[in-house]
């Protein structure tokens, strides 16, 4: 009997003695591995960080080693900028103006790397970067992209993590595990995409959207639009405590070769620059505003007199007599060359293959492919 009380007695110390080191060290539990992305915290002296790009006011930006991707390529009219922090010498602001009509996302990516810059021994990436616009970052959703092939195409690789609301002090580190990508067309996901290639990575961005990674397209119930503000300092490949050091993850180039011009691409230039659409879709935006007839008829007009109003009004109605102009004989040159092409390119191009299916199906009597019909 005695033994058994001293047992128990020993047994009852262990654990006393055990829950107050735990209490007085504070010990954390870990976190699940989908919950890495999502937790915005300085890493641990142990991790391994290989910055790829270390951005300051000293950082070169001629050529600029990121490019935009804003709504304005699907209709929208959000806009943003990514370049040295007015306020900060220590990293690049990432601001712009959200408008879910239309679209509905800003962001950014590198531009092409000559050579792919490889992953292998890293487990994901990390961003040092903070939310300074407002205290409601959870109001967005923030993917990191990341491109494992050398196309340009719709299809690349994107995780959900969370920015943290700091505005002053050491910018936090948020990490994003390789595992945590998935491939996707726009926010929708791609079942049947490859493995993720470690060895081949061509291209690193982030997106700050209203739209959620999900099967189907699903937006962010209380998603907040208007201006927002990040600030970044740093980006690269980290790898966990318990991991082998990895080789330093080289900078990537990017190719310096002057783009070839040709005069169709100058046309295609004028008709489909930025510029252009931003201002067709603002003027579909107020031509259909609530209780107005919708398209390009009356309410075009109406915007068109809205705009004439506010530049007159804050410009004289001088400048608003010549940007009127410039603007109508620009577009009158768009509308052209447009019709032009219509009717000299696209119209042949497509009667052409219709000639050519039409003669494949009655004369020699092929089967055509289901993609052709």
């Known amino acids: 009997m005695r033994k058994v009380l001293l047992l128990i007695t020993l047994m009852a110390t262990t654990w006393y003695h055990a829950s107050s080191y735990l209490r007085t060290n504070h010990i954390p539990h870990r976190l ?52 040295p922090s007015k306020s ?34 890293y487990d994901g990436v990390y961003l040092k970067a903070r939310f300074t616009s407002d205290d409601e970052p959870s109001r967005r959703t923030y993917k990191l992209t ?20 700091k505005p002053e002090g050491e910018i936090p580190t948020i990490r994003v595990p390789f595992e945590d990508l998935v491939a996707v067309r726009g926010p929708v996901k791609n079942p049947n995409a490859p493995a993720f290639n470690k060895t081949s990575v061509f291209q690193l961005g982030m997106v700050i959207s209203k739209f959620k990674i999900a099967q189907s397209t699903e937006t962010l119930e209380d998603f907040r639009d208007g201006p927002f503000s990040l600030d970044v300092s740093e980006i690269g490949f980290y790898t966990d405590a318990n991991a082998p050091p990895a080789e330093p993850v080289a900078r990537p180039s990017v190719s310096s070769e002057p783009k070839k011009s040709s005069p169709l691409a100058a046309i295609f230039k004028l008709i489909f620059s930025e510029k252009s659409r931003r201002r067709r879709a603002a003027l579909l935006v107020l031509s259909d505003r609530p209780g107005r007839k919708k398209g390009l008829g009356r309410g075009w007009l109406r915007a068109v007199r809205l705009c004439y109003k506010s530049r007159a009004s804050s410009y004289g109605m001088l400048s608003a007599v010549a940007t009127f102009a410039s603007r109508f004989a620009a577009d009158a040159a768009k509308f052209a060359a447009g019709k032009a092409l219509k009717y000299a390119l696209f119209y042949p191009i497509f009667a052409a293959f219709r000639a050519v299916k039409f003669f494949r199906v009655k004369v020699l009597k092929q089967t055509v492919a289901p993609e052709m019909r």
Request: with cysteine; proline share 7%; glycine share 10%.
């Open 146 to 165: 990341v491109r494992d092939d050398k196309s340009r195409g719709e299809y690349v690789r994107q995780a959900m993590f969370s920015v943290p609301c």
């Open 88 to 121: 900060s010498k220590d990293c690049w602001t990432f601001r712009g103006v959200l408008r879910n009509t239309g679209g509905g996302f800003c962001g950014f990516r590198t531009a092409a790397f000559s050579q792919p810059l490889s992953a292998v021994g």
């Open 32 to 83: 699940p591995l989908a919950m890495h992305a999502t937790a915005a915290s300085s890493s641990s002296s142990s991790t391994q960080l290989s910055p790829i790009f270390q951005l300051s006011s000293s950082s070169p930006t001629d050529p600029s080693p990121f490019e935009r991707i804003d709504d304005v390529i699907m209709g929208g009219v959000s806009s943003s900028t990514f370049g």
